[in-house]
C-alpha cells in the first residue's frame, strides 16, 4: 500500500497505521509538513525506516541498542508511550539544540513529562522520574523556526541521575521492562470490556475512525493495546502518568477501563443534553409554524388570535380605568409595544403583568362616605369602650367632610369657593400605646363608621425601600410595592389604611423604608406618589391613613412630623371591667360555643383576674384569661356537673390556680426597710412601679450602679447623689459619712433596659432613706427628674404612671409641680382615690416619702 493510497483511507487529521518502510523521505516530510496530521497520534508503525540523510547508522530500528546515557527532552501536557508513534513540536532553544545533536549522532532520546505544562524550562525537579526512550523516525524543519518531529516510544525508562543541565538535560537511565501477568482468563476478559467501551467511545466522537478501531482489535500484546488506545483518548495528564508508570498488566488495564468508562459517562451525558436541547429547540420551531398556520386560518376564517383578542381587552380596560393623563399615555404605549412583539417572547409576559396591574388599580374608584355623625358616634361607642379623644378626632374629620361637601355643593357655580373642592382631603393619624388597648381594631371601626373599606399593611421587620415603593421594571420578578398592592387588593382609592406597627420598620444595604414612608405620608406629597414599577404618579390624598406604634420614640423625627399623634393610656380597672362585661366576656362565649344564659362573671371575679392575673395596660391578657376560665366553664358542661355557671371569686382561683401578680403585698415588703423607695416609670407597654434599692458598707466613698441601666439613668443617679451629699448638713447626715462608707445602688430587673431621667427624686429618697435609717412610706410612689439644686423638672408619660400606681395599690404619688395640669388626663376615679402631691423642690418629696424629718 503506498502513501497516497493510505492518507486517502483516513479522515484529515487521524493516522491509524502506517508502514513506515513503504514511505519514502520525501513522503515523511509531507507527513509531517500538515499541520492537521503532525497533531495526531500513529497507532501502529512497521516497517523499517528510510534513512535521514547522511546517516550512516544501522538501518535495523525494530530492536535498537538502547545506551545508557540518553538526552532528555521534557515534554508538555503529553505522554509518549511505548510501541506509539507521535507527531512533536519543538521550538525550545535548550531542545532545538538537542535535536541538532542528535540527528547528527544517534537519533535515540528519553521522553518525560513535566509535572507543571505551564513551565517553559522545566528543570529535574519540574519533572517526572518515569519516561519512555523513543526514537526518533523523521524530523521536518517548518518555516516558522519550529522542529516537527516523529517519534516512536521503545520502551519504558526512569532517570535515575542527571549527568548534563546544559545545554539541555542528560540523565543515566535505567530501563523498566513490562510484567506479564499468567492470568490470561482475567487479561482476555479485560480486553473485550476494553474493546467494547472503547467501540462505544468511537461511536460517540466522530473524529474516531473505524479504521483505529480496526487496528486496535489486531493488536495481539495486551500492553501495547493499552498503550494505543491511552494515545488516542482524553485522558488528564496525571492518569496518563500513572497509567505509564504502573508495572502489572492486569492494573494498567484496569486503569484504563477506569478512565474509558468515565469518559464514555460524559460523553453520553452530552449527548443526551445535545438532543434535549435539540428535541427542545423543534419543540419550539413546531409550535412557531403551528401557531403561524393557526393565524393564517384564522384570517382566512375573519377571526382574531389570542393576542389580538388580548390586545384589545386590555384597550378597553384602560378605556375604562379612569387613569390619568400621564398613566394613560405609558399604558398605551406598552400596549402598542405588545402588539409588536411575539407571545411566545419573554418581554411579551412582563408588558402583560405591567397592564394587568395598571388597568387593576382603583384609579378612580372611590367608596362613599357615610357622613352621618351621629351615625359614626354609635359605631364608635358600639366597638370601643373609653377612648374619648380618638373618637372626638374622628367624629371632627367626618364634620369637616359633610361641611365641605355641602357647601361645594351649594357653591358649586361660585369661584370664591372653589378652594373648598381642591384642598387636600386625606388624613395621616398615628396612635401611640401599649399593646392591647386596640388601636388595630380602632382602625376597623373608623373604616365601618365611615362606610369605607379596611386595609391592614403590617410594616414590622420591613427593611427594604422597595416593600414600600416596589422594584424597577428591569428586574426578574419585579413588583409593586406593597402600598399599591394594598390598593390594588381592596380596589378602593380611598380606603381606611393601617399601617401597623411603623415604628419597627428597619433599614440595611437595601435601603431605609421609613425615608420611603416620608412620601406617602406627607399630605403635599402623596398627590403625586412614584411606585418604581407604575414609574408614573399615584394619587394617595384621598386615603386615610392610620399609623399605629407602642413607642413613639422610636419613629424618626421627619416622619413623626408628618402625622396627627393621638396616645392611647392604659385602662383603668374601673374601665377594663366594663371593657370585659360589654366585650370581652360575650366574644369568647362565642368563641367557645357557649349561649349567652350559659356564662356570666360576677364583677369581683373580673377584678380579681385583672388585679391578680394579669399587669398590663391594655386587656390582651385579660381576655386570654377569660378564654381560660370559659374552656373550663365548657368541660364541666360537656361532663353534665352543671348546665349553666356564675363565675365567683372562689371560681377564679380553682380555673387559673394560684395569683401570679402581689401588688400591694410587693410594696409594703420591699420598703420595709431604710434605702428603698417606689417610683413611677413608662415603658412601650404601659406605666409600671419601679424600685430603687441602695445599701450601703465600709469603704472609701465609692459609688456604683447596678440593673442594666441607660446613661441618662446613671446620670440622674450622680447628680441625685452629689444633692444628698451637698445638703448632709441639712439633711442631718453624719459628716464622715461618704468618706467611710461605699454606697451601692440597684435598680431591680436586671434584664430589662432602663433609662431616662424620671427617676432622679425616686433615687434621691432612696439615699436619703439609706443614710437617715429612716424608712420610705409604703403608700408613696414618686416621679421627677432632679437637679444640683435639689429642683423636681417635670417629666412625661404622668397618666400612665397614675394608672400604674393606682394598680400597685398607691395611695400618694409625688409629682413635678409643672405636672399638675396633666392630671386632667386620668379618670376622675382614679383621682378619687389617690392624694397628688405636687413638688417644686426635692425636700417637699423627703418631706412626705420619709416617716419624720
Not at 390586545?311 to 409588536?340: C, D, G, Q, T, Y
Not at 426578574?476 to 406597627?501: C, H, T, W, Y
Not at 362565642?590 to 349567652?596: A, D, H, T, V, Y
Not at 417635670?794 to 404612671?801: L, R, T, Y
Amino acid at each position: 500500500m503506498n502513501f497516497e493510497t493510505q492518507l486517502a483511507r483516513l479522515p484529515l487529521g487521524t493516522l491509524a497505521e502506517l508502514n513506515l518502510g513503504d514511505l519514502s523521505g520525501t513522503q515523511l516530510d509531507a507527513l509531517l509538513a500538515d499541520s492537521l496530521i503532525s497533531q495526531s497520534p500513529i497507532i501502529k508503525v512497521t516497517g523499517d525506516l528510510p534513512p535521514l540523510e547522511d546517516d550512516h547508522s544501522d538501518p535495523d530500528l525494530n530492536e535498537p541498542e538502547i545506551p545508557d546515557i540518553l538526552p532528555i527532552l521534557p515534554l508538555r501536557g503529553v505522554v509518549v508511550y511505548p510501541f506509539t508513534a507521535v507527531p512533536l513540536t519543538i521550538g525550545q532553544p535548550r531542545s532545538v539544540k538537542l535535536i541538532d545533536d542528535i540527528t547528527s549522532d544517534k537519533r535515540m532520546i528519553g521522553l518525560i513529562a513535566s509535572t507543571d505544562p505551564e513551565l517553559e524550562t522545566p528543570m529535574p525537579a519540574d519533572m517526572y522520574e518515569i519516561g519512555t526512550v523513543a526514537n526518533i523516525h523523521r524530523l521536518f524543519r517548518a518555516p516558522d523556526n519550529t522542529i516537527r518531529l516523529l517519534v516512536q516510544g521503545v520502551a519504558r525508562c526512569k532517570a535515575t541521575e542527571y549527568l548534563q543541565m546544559e545545554p539541555y538535560l542528560k540523565a543515566r537511565i535505567d530501563l523498566i521492562p513490562e510484567i506479564e501477568d499468567d492470568d490470561d482468563a482475567e487479561v482476555e476478559a479485560l480486553r473485550r470490556t476494553i474493546d467494547e467501551k472503547f467501540t462505544r467511545l468511537s461511536e460517540l466522537t466522530p473524529s474516531i475512525p473505524e479504521e483505529l478501531i480496526s487496528a486496535t482489535r489486531n493488536i495481539e500484546d495486551a500492553v501495547q493495546l493499552v498503550y494505543a488506545i491511552a494515545t488516542y483518548i482524553r485522558i488528564d495528564l496525571t492518569l496518563a502518568q500513572d497509567l505509564l508508570e504502573v508495572d502489572s498488566t492486569i492494573d494498567k488495564m484496569h486503569s484504563l477501563l477506569t478512565v474509558l468508562t468515565k469518559e464514555l459517562e460524559v460523553l453520553e451525558l452530552g449527548r443526551k443534553i445535545q438532543a434535549d436541547a435539540q428535541s427542545s429547540m423543534e419543540q419550539m420551531q413546531r409550535e412557531y409554524y403551528l401557531r403561524e398556520q393557526m393565524k393564517a386560518i384564522q384570517r382566512e376564517l375573519g377571526e382574531d388570535d389570542d393576542q389580538s383578542v388580548e390586545v384589545e381587552e386590555f384597550r378597553e380596560k384602560i378605556a375604562k380605568s379612569h387613569m390619568p393623563e400621564e398613566a394613560r399615555k405609558e399604558a398605551e404605549r406598552e400596549l402598542k409595544r405588545m402588539e409588536r412583539i411575539q407571545p411566545s417572547s419573554a418581554e411579551y409576559g412582563v408588558i402583560r403583568t405591567y397592564l394587568d396591574i395598571m388597568t387593576d388599580l382603583p384609579w378612580g374608584t372611590t367608596t362613599e362616605d357615610i357622613l352621618d355623625v351621629s351615625y359614626a358616634r354609635e359605631v364608635l361607642e358600639e366597638d370601643h369602650h373609653a377612648l374619648e379623644d380618638i373618637k372626638e378626632r374622628i367624629l371632627e374629620f367626618l364634620a369637616v367632610r359633610k361641611l365641605r361637601k355641602e357647601r361645594a355643593e351649594a357653591f358649586a357655580s361660585d369661584e370664591t369657593t372653589d378652594y373648598i373642592r381642591r384642598d387636600r382631603e386625606g388624613v395621616i393619624l398615628c396612635l401611640v400605646g401599649p399593646p392591647g388597648v386596640g388601636k388595630t381594631s380602632l382602625g376597623k371601626s373608623i373604616a365601618r363608621a365611615m362606610g369605607r373599606k379596611f386595609v391592614r399593611l403590617s410594616l414590622g421587620g420591613v427593611r427594604d425601600e422597595s416593600e414600600i415603593r416596589g422594584h424597577r421594571r428591569t428586574y426578574i420578578g419585579a413588583m409593586p410595592g406593597r402600598i399599591i398592592q394594598s390598593l390594588r387588593r381592596v380596589k378602593s382609592n380611598n380606603p381606611v389604611f393601617m399601617l401597623d406597627e411603623i415604628e419597627k420598620m428597619g433599614s440595611d444595604f437595601r435601603g431605609d423604608p421609613a425615608s420611603a414612608m416620608l412620601e406617602v405620608l406627607d399630605p403635599e406629597q402623596n398627590t403625586e406618589f412614584r411606585d418604581h414599577y407604575l414609574d408614573v404618579e399615584y394619587d394617595l390624598s384621598q386615603v386615610f391613613f392610620v399609623a399605629t406604634a407602642n413607642d413613639i420614640s422610636k419613629i424618626p423625627g421627619p416622619l413623626r412630623d408628618r402625622m396627627e399623634i393621638l396616645t392611647l393610656s392604659g385602662y383603668t380597672e374601673k374601665e377594663k371591667i366594663e371593657i370585659s362585661h360589654q366585650y370581652l366576656v360575650p366574644r369568647q362565649t362565642r368563641e367557645n360555643g357557649l349561649r349567652p344564659e350559659e356564662l356570666n362573671f360576677d364583677e369581683d371575679a373580673i377584678r380579681n383576674i385583672i388585679r391578680y392575673y394579669t399587669r398590663e395596660a391594655g386587656v390582651r391578657n385579660l381576655e386570654r384569661q377569660i378564654g381560660a376560665v370559659a374552656r373550663k366553664v365548657v368541660t364541666g358542661i360537656a361532663e353534665g356537673k352543671y348546665t349553666e355557671k356564675h363565675v365567683t371569686i372562689d371560681d377564679v382561683r380553682e380555673y387559673l390556680g394560684k395569683q401570679r401578680y402581689y401588688y400591694t403585698e410587693e410594696v409594703e415588703e420591699r420598703t420595709s426597710s431604710p434605702g428603698v423607695s417606689t417610683g413611677l416609670a413608662w415603658t412601650a407597654v404601659g406605666g409600671d412601679v419601679l424600685f430603687i434599692e441602695a445599701t450601703d458598707m465600709p469603704g472609701k466613698g465609692g459609688f456604683k450602679l447596678t440593673g442594666q441601666i441607660g446613661d441618662v439613668m446613671q446620670e440622674s443617679a450622680q447628680a441625685a447623689l452629689s444633692y444628698v451629699r451637698s445638703q448632709s448638713e441639712t439633711l442631718g447626715l453624719p459628716e464622715d459619712y461618704f468618706t467611710t462608707h461605699d454606697i451601692h445602688v440597684h435598680i431591680p430587673a436586671g434584664a430589662v433596659p432602663k433609662d431616662g431621667p424620671s427617676a432622679g427624686v425616686t433615687m434621691a429618697t432612696s439615699l436619703a432613706s439609706l443614710i437617715s435609717g429612716q424608712e420610705v412610706s409604703a403608700e408613696v410612689g414618686m416621679t421627677g427628674e432632679i437637679t444640683l439644686r435639689g429642683q423636681v423638672l417635670p417629666v412625661g408619660g404622668i397618666k400612665e404612671k397614675v394608672l400604674a400606681g393606682h394598680r400597685a395599690g398607691l395611695k400618694t404619688l409625688i409629682l413635678p409641680y409643672r405636672n399638675e395640669a396633666d392630671i386632667e388626663d386620668v379618670p376622675k376615679e382614679i383621682r378619687d382615690d389617690i392624694r397628688f402631691v405636687f413638688a417644686k423642690h426635692v425636700t417637699d418629696v423627703f418631706d412626705v416619702a420619709l416617716h419624720g424629718k
